[in-house]
């Protein structure tokens, strides 16, 4: 099985970091996994972007341009991408930053208000982690039992501190009641 | 029988190909003397530029590279950061140097690379027959200059030692002659000092040795040395134009 | 074999070189390969090597010239505008018979051009990246793993036949994370006798040269020069083949393109299309014998490159224009989906005018 995964919103927002984590865990399941980021000025506080794969089998194409898995933090990601999902795919939506909803009626929409969540619980910065954690629940894209051992992988070693928050963020996705 | 005169170990037997009454075998033998003297021909590097030195490489006795056009400075950067207790010096004419190699010129100062430049600076292109050097003279008449320099129109000459004394990272820059006796001998002291600096690890040191072109100036050679002292030194005044060690004594 | 880590292919790229004894990384900043000269000047003071930001991308490939001339391994890397400029180094590396490993992190041109991925410096790698009668090896890895293996390779056959050698990766291979495994082995150490390294008054002096003034001396020079590169077309080809055993059209594609190639040929071959692929992994040498012999067995070849179509000169003339080429491409940093070359699949399929 294969999962293609965009994940989409505005620089700063953690978005290629909630990316690698998946893939970092992908790989401790022994899965074929890629990442591959948008680059350039538009970083600097614009749009992000980063293409997630994992699978069973090699990965071919790096790239994800009709993803089984959405993920936005931003209302120009929805609007860019929204289209590009491919039928019975999965659309996961910060609702503290977008307010509407999905338009097309042959995926499945989920809607987390992440943002709001994160300065709630004191997590200011991890609403990534949180629509993160909401995904690996509706999804399995990854088994939620194994997170600590990717965080560890991709928290800095500079910031080792932080592991605990985004453990807490990640479980606070994944226990969200809609 | 005592020995009175002899050619300096670090120099070949290969007969040199310069003009008659070109001052580069005078400049030669001092480079030569200096790494004799210092005892380090053994671990001497030498870079050769592009321009009338370009086979500089088979007159000194030490191991050579030939570098492109202008990039002395950084292949002797290349070669001194792999084997740092290597003593590598470049041998650069006025358009390797001051021309297209400014910028490798200029940032080796910068950087305060451990290395030692000999410029020579005879005011003209000569390896492609005499024509504008950066440092020809206003109104010097050449291949390219046929009505004279024109400042108006092709701007002035680069002083290298006064733009690199403002240079923090270079340490020692000095300017010399090779048109007499006594200029002769304070050429070689300063050379052999830009040497001894690399040694001791004082950076980036760089002696200009203000030089006569005789066949493309069109002078006899004693005519060039003339031309030299009544046109070139009022010009390019001689003297030491950096010297970062003895200024902290 | 070791814990496979998550990297990204330029900084891959760079551990690589490191764990291939380069002690000297001499480069000048531009994207999208910036990140290989940020990791260098991080690492490179803990190995005891050195990292020097150079002036110029000139400075810094006659730095590698000078720090190859003195018997080390040397490295810089850039983008497309930025090789332009090694351009120069490039053929005094090769006039001087000195090994020096390259890297050029593509992306779109000409001119400033963009800074998205493309492959439109092949003809510069393969072709003339300067002045005079030679050659480099040029290498084209398609996998984060790949960026490894081929950087420690590239050193190894650099010192081996003295020589440059181009990696010529994309931006997308310099920016994406996989997979890897750095386990990689002995380094080969070969002999550099010739090198500047001082004569200790022992020997006579060495002189690294490539001016000749005399034709005969420089003919003599470039034919045995050739000689050397015609054992490496013998010896150092390497390519890929993907689902070639029945295929009756073949892709040929590397980098990138390859990968996103897969991805079609499993579409077509899932509608009943017999396609495969040759990826070329070194452009230079081409695998020139091995498309000729498949270009007994196909129909027709399928050029699939992020450029106006450059490669494709190289397949017709190793195919004797035997079998109709077809060019799938994108340019100026666009890349084409998977869909884009099974349009193509599908037209050459049906024999459509190519």
Known sequence: MTKNMLIAGFGGQGILFSGKFLAYEGLLEDKS?????????????????????????????????????????????????????????????????????????????????????????????LANMIMIGYVIR???????????????KVVPASKQHLLDANKKALELGFNYAE | MAVVFEKPKALTDAVLHYCPGC???????????????????????????????????????????????????????????????????????DGDLAAIGTAETVHSAARGENITVIFVNNAIYGMTGGQMAPTTLPGQVTQ????????????????????????????????VAVNNVKNVKAAKKAIKKAFQN???????????????????????????????????????PLGVYKDKFAEEK | MSEKVLMKGNEALAEAAIMAGCRHYLGYPITPQTEIAAYMAKRMPKVGGTFLQAESEIAAINMVIGVSSAGKRAMTSSSSPGISLKGEGLSYLAGCDLPAFVVNVQRGGPGLGGIQPSQSDYFQAVKGTSHGDYRMLVLAPASVQEMVTMTFKGFD????????????????????????????????????????????CERSHNIVNSLFLKPEELEKKNFERYEKYRVIEENEVMYEEYMMDDAEYCIVAFGIAARISKNAIDMARAKGIKVGMLRPITLWPFPKKE????????????????????????????????????????????????????????????????
């Not at chain 1, 509706?138 to 600590?148: A, C, D, G, L, S």
């Not at chain 2, 380090?40 to 370009?54: D, L, N």
């Not at chain 2, 040395?225 to 070139?232: A, I, R, S, T």
């Open chain 2, 144 to 175: 390219t200059s046929p009505y004279g320099r024109d400042t108006a129109s092709v701007g002035f000459p680069i002083k290298v030692c006064e733009l690199l004394s403002n240079v923090d990272g270079a340490t020692y820059l000095e300017r």
């Open chain 3, 157 to 200: 056959l650099a010192d081996k036949y003295r020589m440059t050698v181009m990696l010529l990766a994309d931006g997308t291979m310099g920016q994406m994370m996989e997979p890897v495994s750095l386990d990689m082995g002995e380094v080969t150490e070969y002999d550099k006798s010739w090198a500047v390294t001082g004569t200790n």
């Open chain 1, 33 to 125: 996994v890629s990442w591959l980021p948008s680059y350039g000025p538009e970083m600097r506080g614009g749009t992000a972007n980063c293409s997630v794969i994992i699978s069973d089998t090699p990965v071919g194409s790096p790239i994800v341009s009709n993803p089984d898995i959405l993920m936005v933090m931003n209302m120009p990601s929805l609007d860019k991408y929204e289209d590009a999902t491919v039928v019975g795919g999965q659309i996961f939506i910060d609702s503290a930053l977008i307010d509407r909803k999905v338009n097309r009626e042959d995926v499945e929409a989920y809607y987390i208000p992440a943002t709001k969540l994160a300065s709630d619980e004191g997590l200011s910065g």
């Open chain 3, 291 to 354: 498309m000729r012999a498949i270009a007994d067995r196909v129909k027709s070849f399928i050029s699939v490159e992020l450029s106006m179509g450059q490669m494709i000169e190289d397949i017709r003339l190793a195919t004797e224009c035997t079998r109709p080429v077809y060019l799938c491409n994108r340019t100026g940093g666009m890349i084409m989906t998977p869909e884009e070359v099974l349009a193509k699949i599908e037209e050459a399929s049906k024999g459509g005018n190519n």
């Open chain 2, 23 to 93: 001052t580069h075998g005078i400049i030669h033998r001092l480079v030569a003397e200096a790494i004799d003297e210092l005892g380090i021909q053994g671990k001497t590097i030498g870079i050769a530029p592009v321009g009338c030195s370009v086979m500089a490489y088979d007159y000194f006795d030490i191991d050579m590279v030939q570098a492109a056009h202008g990039r002395a400075p950084a292949v002797a950067t290349g070669v001194k950061r792999a084997n740092p207790e290597n003593i590598v010096f470049t041998y650069q004419g």
């Open chain 2, 198 to 236: 690399q040694i001791e690890g004082k950076g980036f040191s760089l002696v200009e040795v203000v030089s006569t072109f005789p066949t493309n100036w069109g002078l006899t050679p004693q005519k060039a040395l003339d031309w030299l002292e009544e046109n070139m030194l009022p010009y390019y």
């Open chain 1, 138 to 152: 509706k999804t399995n894209i990854i088994p939620f039992e194994n997170i600590e051992r990717a965080l560890q």
